[in-house]
C-alpha cells in the first residue's frame, strides 16, 4: 500500500508520458510507455510481401512476388521480414529506443517481432542462431547499448534460440546510414562486416535481427559477409521497413 502511494505521488509529481505522442498515460497503456491510441495507430506492414525485402506489395506488383525496387538492387540476404511500416508512432518509438537511451523499449518492440513470426508462421524454427547486426565499437560507446542486441534477447528467449555474439563484427566505421542517398549507403557499408570464426557459421541458417530496414544496404552487407564465411540460409527480421 505504502508503495502503491510513492508511485501515485510520483505520477503526480513526475507523470509518465507516452514515448510516442508524449501526452500524459491513463490507466490504458502498454507496459507503462505507450499510450493505446498511440499503439493501435502502428501501421502495420500486410500481405502480399515482397519476396526479398519484405514489404507490402502493390496491386500492380502481385504477380510479380517482388517490389521495383528489389528489382534494381542485388541483395545478399535471402528474405526479409518487418511487422510494421517505418512511419508515425513506429518510428517515434525507434528513434526514442535507440537515440534516446530508452532501452526498455525493447521488449514492447520486440513483442511486435514475435507476434509477427507467430502471425504468418515464419521459419524460425529452422534457424540455428540469431545474429543481431552489430554497431561498430566507437558508436557502441556512444549509444551505450546496441538495440539489436536489446531486440535479440526478447525473440532468443520466446522462441529457446541461441544468440550468436561477437562473431560477425563491424570493423569499418562508418558515416550513418540515414544521411545517404540509396547508391551512397551501398558504398558506405561495403567491407564494412567481418566474420571471427567462420566455422562457428557455416552452414547454418541465421536469423539477423536489427531495427529498421530501409534500402536494405547493411542487412544485405551483413548476409554478404555471413554468406562468405559459409552461412547457409540468412533472413532478416526487424521491427519496421
Not at 27 to 49: E, R, T
Not at 109 to 125: A, R, T, V, W
Not at 133 to 153: C, G, M, T, Y
Request: with cysteine.
Amino acid at each position: 500500500m505504502f508503495r502503491a502511494l510513492l508511485n501515485s505521488l510520483a505520477d503526480i509529481i513526475y507523470p509518465r508520458i507516452c514515448l510516442a505522442c508524449k501526452h500524459k498515460l491513463d490507466n490504458a497503456h502498454i507496459d507503462n510507455l505507450i499510450c493505446k491510441k498511440c499503439w493501435s495507430s502502428i501501421n502495420k506492414n500486410l500481405p502480399p510481401f515482397c519476396h526479398s525485402c519484405g514489404r507490402r506489395l502493390k496491386k500492380e506488383n502481385f504477380t510479380k512476388n517482388i517490389c521495383p525496387a528489389c528489382v534494381k538492387i542485388n541483395l545478399h540476404f535471402d528474405r526479409a521480414f518487418s511487422p510494421c511500416i517505418y512511419d508515425g508512432a513506429v518510428k517515434k518509438l525507434i528513434h526514442v529506443f535507440k537515440y534516446a537511451r530508452k532501452d526498455y523499449l525493447g521488449e514492447p518492440l520486440s513483442k511486435l517481432m514475435i507476434g509477427f513470426i507467430k502471425e504468418y508462421n515464419l521459419p524460425i524454427k529452422y534457424m540455428d542462431y540469431i545474429v543481431p547486426v552489430p554497431l561498430h565499437a566507437i558508436k557502441l560507446r556512444e549509444r551505450e547499448f546496441n538495440q539489436a542486441d536489446i531486440l535479440s534477447k526478447h525473440i532468443a528467449e520466446e522462441f529457446n534460440k541461441e544468440i550468436l555474439k561477437n562473431n560477425l563484427i563491424r570493423h569499418k566505421f562508418t558515416k550513418t546510414q540515414a544521411e545517404l542517398k540509396a547508391d551512397e549507403r551501398i558504398l558506405n557499408i561495403r567491407g564494412s562486416f567481418s566474420v571471427i570464426k567462420p566455422e562457428g557459421v557455416k552452414g547454418k541458417n541465421l536469423l539477423l535481427v536489427d531495427d529498421v530496414l530501409t534500402t536494405g544496404a547493411t542487412a544485405s552487407e551483413a548476409a554478404l559477409t555471413l554468406k562468405q564465411a559459409g552461412a547457409n540460409i540468412v533472413f532478416v527480421l526487424t521491427v519496421a521497413n
